[in-house]
């Protein structure tokens, strides 16, 4: 349980965590997503300790990070893969570091056996690949067997076993009723591992909501169907709720109904179906269009920042303008008509 | 805390709730953050980079080395050893056992510093700081663990280069015990020195933070400052110059006097702590003060 509350990090006149209100639960996996600058790292930093807030609390079980008796043992963090002496091996970094709350011994080699370090943990870590600093911090962070972990890009340089490895991890320390806070700038990644969003744009929580809910901002779950005859199908299934978009001579994208009830209207009226296909909108639309305003904030130059300030209503405004995205929607719509 | 403020619409539980029933047993029964944990993490972190073993490596071998051109350039200049006193021959021997603290100050500044830049400059730092986050345990403990393996170190260096002065001396009849006062005090109080200058380049080092950056201010106060002095022709300056942390240092256990009148070496271990106090007392503040 990671709970935060106007939560304020400013660097200068730089306003790099703006006021931000959380809370983290445990047995889930919350993905912490933005794009760079979002805050999303100087959260994590707060969180424990390394960065002091400008205002605002950030409690972890209910203290201040160092307040805990058993920093480690209650959280795990993994802050960069280079936050590691160069000059010691794998295996004395994590005794190092686990002296320092009396972790035995053996805790150590089983975190390095579980991380797949087996074989370099008495090499220098100097010589170590993105990918093994990687399992190191994750090593390390697994050390204290903590209730809670925060990960920052923790697939970053990972091979694609690794990056399954983490996932599976991650869903698994959750499924023990772990708290898990990760970033990522992998969206498909973070569709698969997380079961809740915290979206940050420019210091500010854009989104905190469960990964369907936000991937449903965005438009939703579509279907796509081909058939011989449909132009025929699109009028079959034209009424209130329902979008159907033309993407080629005999190709349908449909939305607001599912496959099933397509499947069985194409079935009653006689219509062949030679594919029929359910698409989910990808969790990459949800946060291309959610951080839209703030992307364009830092591109666009300093012509209409003022607007941009006032955005209380951005969320919305952001789905709005996703919604209105696509010119072939409307166009094609008529057409189905 | 006081009360739990309640989560958003459609959870019914409260957080106090959900932290009792969901978070796992890891809040502290068991180990926990410890003074002597700490300590020893630093102890496992000392010993085990290189830096340290060519360091106090280095220490070793000048020691001797020194000690070993002062042994064979003693010239008696056709004077018979019977008739020089006791207490002077013990206090050559000496003089060539602890010469090496000279260049040994450089050298276990250079480690004071390398021991923390080594860590704000690989990201190790904030291993350090999320396992011990109140932050001054793990500085005094690296202050702690550095003082004592310095200490060896030098006492280890002092005594081997002693060895080295009375086999070589021992050709020209010189005598003298590694036990009598005038040894054992310089060969005790030049390991003490060197030891509290690692702890002040310690301090150096987490106030500057970057490894080249310390070890040029480091070694500036410790190297540079006397001669810069030396060489202002007004007597301030001339004043001024028993009360720096090297003069005060190598005239400790009598090996130069910089003062007219000399300092009691209680004065001069007083004038190296202050110099050591003040560096450790701001690299404390800054430490607790900025972010990692």
């Not at chain 1, 959610?290 to 830092?298: D, F, G, P």
């Not at chain 2, 500044?109 to 080594?118: F, K, M, S």
Request: net charge negative.
């Amino acid at each position: 349980m990671i709970q935060a509350q106007s939560l304020t990090k400013r660097y200068g006149s730089k306003v790099a965590v703006d006021a931000i209100d959380f809370t983290i639960q445990p047995g889930t996996v919350t993905g912490l997503l933005g794009p760079n600058g979002a805050g999303k790292t100087t959260t994590m930093r707060m969180i424990v300790g390394l960065d002091r807030p400008d205002s605002g609390t950030v409690l972890v079980n209910g203290q201040r990070y160092q307040d805990l008796r058993a920093p480690l043992r209650e959280v795990g963090v993994l802050l960069d893969a280079k936050a590691i002496h160069t000059g010691r091996s794998a295996r004395n970094h994590l005794l190092a570091m686990a002296a320092t709350h009396n972790i035995p011994t053996s805790r150590v080699d089983d975190v390095i056996e579980l991380t797949g370090l087996t074989s370099v943990a008495r090499k220098r870590v100097g010589g170590f690949s993105l990918g093994m600093g990687q399992r190191l911090g994750i090593a390390a962070a697994l050390l204290g067997d903590p209730g809670i972990l925060i990960l920052d890009e923790p697939v970053n340089g990972l091979d694609p076993e690794g990056v399954l490895w983490v996932r599976k991890l991650m869903r698994h320390l959750a499924g023990e009723g772990r708290t898990v806070l990760l970033s990522s700038h992998l969206m498909s990644e973070m569709a698969l591992t997380a079961d809740h969003i915290i979206m940050l744009g420019r210091g500010r929580v854009i989104a905190d909501a469960p990964v369907s809910e936000i991937i449903g901002q965005a438009g939703g779950a579509t279907v796509r169907v081909r058939s011989p005859q449909a132009t025929r199908l699109a009028t079959l299934l034209a009424q209130a709720g329902v979008t159907v978009v033309n993407l080629e001579q005999d190709v349908l994208q449909i939305s607001g109904i599912t496959a099933a009830e397509i499947g069985d209207q194409a079935a009653a009226a006689g219509v062949a179906l030679h594919e029929l296909t359910s698409l989910t909108a990808s969790l990459e639309d949800a946060y291309m269009s959610l951080t839209k305003n703030e992307v364009e904030y830092r591109t666009g130059g300093t012509g209409d920042d003022e607007f941009g300030d006032d955005d209380s209503d951005t969320t919305d405004a952001a789905a709005d303008a996703a919604a209105n995205d696509d010119p072939r929607e409307t166009e094609l719509q008529e057409a189905a008509r | 805390m006081s009360t739990p403020t309640t989560l958003a619409a459609g959870t019914p539980e409260t957080l106090a709730d959900i932290g009792t029933e969901f978070v796992p047993a890891s809040t502290p029964t068991g180990p926990h953050l410890n003074a002597i944990g700490i300590i020893r993490s630093e102890w496992i972190k000392l010993s085990t980079v290189r830096s340290t073993i060519w360091c106090f490596a280095v220490l070793l071998v000048v020691s001797m080395g020194l000690a070993a051109i002062m042994a064979f350039g003693l010239d008696l200049a056709g004077t018979d050893i019977a008739t020089v006193p006791g207490t002077d021959q013990a206090r050559f021997v000496a003089q060539a056992s602890t010469f090496g603290v000279f260049f040994g100050q450089l050298i276990v500044a250079v480690l004071g510093v390398l021991v923390v830049t080594g860590e704000f400059t690989t990201g190790m730092i904030r291993s350090t700081l999320t396992a011990v986050p109140k932050r001054l345990p793990a500085l005094w403990a690296k202050a702690l663990v550095l003082f004592v393996t310095t200490f060896v170190a030098g006492l280890v260096s002092n005594i081997a280069a002693y060895a080295v002065t009375v086999a070589i001396a021992n050709g020209q009849g010189l005598h003298a015990s590694l036990f009598a006062p005038e040894v054992i005090f310089p060969v005790l109080g030049g390991a003490l020195y060197l030891a509290l200058v690692a702890v002040f380049a310690l301090g150096i080092g987490t106030i500057v933070r970057s490894g080249a950056g310390s070890i040029a201010v480091a070694l500036g106060v410790i190297l540079l400052l006397p001669v810069v002095l030396q060489m202002i022709p007004a007597t301030w300056a001339t004043d001024v110059l028993p009360y720096l942390i090297s003069s005060a240092g190598v005239s400790m256990f009598g090996l130069i006097q910089f003062a007219q009148v000399p300092l009691d070496w209680t004065v001069d271990l007083i004038i190296v702590l202050v110099w050591v106090i003040v560096s450790l007392g701001s690299a404390a503040v800054l430490l607790k003060r900025r972010d990692a």
